[in-house]
């Protein structure tokens, strides 16, 4: 049983161009969560999604970043005209469908760890 | 805006000695996890307290969690070399499926 998955592990990119992290979700999963660590300090919350919607954005940087959980496919976050400060870990999560009442749990994947030169 | 708050942020204890890390949270909720990272590690689930009163253990490691008080410990009992890692917990800040809200991060080195 697969968990979840990330790819790269690893990403440089010069400051300007575009980064982009995938994310797989575990097997029978439908929620997709994204959280950016920067070093020495917390995951911070960015986005939280389900299959073709964004749920919740509101840890998002306003510009530039972007995330999408198309209907087929792994759930990508994207990060146009990257620059230094973009250069951390990027983690997704993902959980089980939430009915009422119902604990859930976030399995996290290994992250891509972002460089920006 | 949902505040956690851990402490202490660093900590060096010996082999063989019992300490507790502490969780305060800003808001009210009954959901609260307890995550392991190692270095360049992504973060391990170790527990997941959902009501008030809820204690969890395993190994020489145990988790409470007081809703009213607001405030998670993690315990550890006898402690070992191997349980050297990165401590976060993280709050659900309200009616499931939320993005989780993280502390700072407790650094836990254990000296044989």
């Known amino acids: 049983n697969a968990g979840v998955m990330q790819n790269p592990r690893h990403l440089v990119r010069r400051r300007g161009q575009e980064a982009r992290l995938r994310c797989s979700p575990m097997?029978?999963?439908?929620?997709v969560y994204w959280y950016r660590q920067l070093p020495e300090e917390g995951l911070k919350f960015m986005v939280y999604?389900?299959?073709?919607?964004?749920?919740?954005e509101s840890g998002m940087p306003k510009e530039r970043f972007s995330a999408e959980f198309p209907k087929e496919g792994p759930s990508i976050l994207r990060i146009q005209q990257v620059v230094r400060g973009d250069s951390a870990a990027y983690f997704c999560?993902?959980?089980?469908?939430?009915?009422?009442?119902?604990?859930?749990?976030?399995?996290f994947g290994p992250g891509t760890r972002l460089t920006v030169t | 805006e949902l505040k956690v708050e851990q402490n202490p942020l660093f900590l060096s204890m010996q082999e063989g000695k019992n300490y507790t890390i502490y969780c305060n949270y800003s808001?009210?909720?009954?959901?609260l996890y307890w995550y392991r990272q190692d270095p360049g590690k992504s973060l391990e689930s170790l527990f997941v307290l959902l009501s008030n009163g809820a204690v969890k253990q395993e190994g020489r490691l145990m988790a409470s969690l007081d809703t009213k008080a607001r405030l998670s410990t993690l315990h550890i009992t006898a402690a070992v070399h191997d349980l050297s890692a990165t401590y976060f917990c993280a709050v659900d800040p309200g009616g499931g499926a939320d993005g989780l809200t993280f502390g700072k991060g407790t650094h836990l080195i254990i000296q044989p």
């Open positions: 097997k029978g999963h439908s929620h």
């Open positions: 999560a993902s959980s089980r469908n939430v009915g009422t009442g119902v604990a859930y749990e976030q399995y």
């Open positions: 999604l389900q299959k073709e919607n964004i749920i919740d």
């Open positions: 808001t009210t909720s009954d959901r």
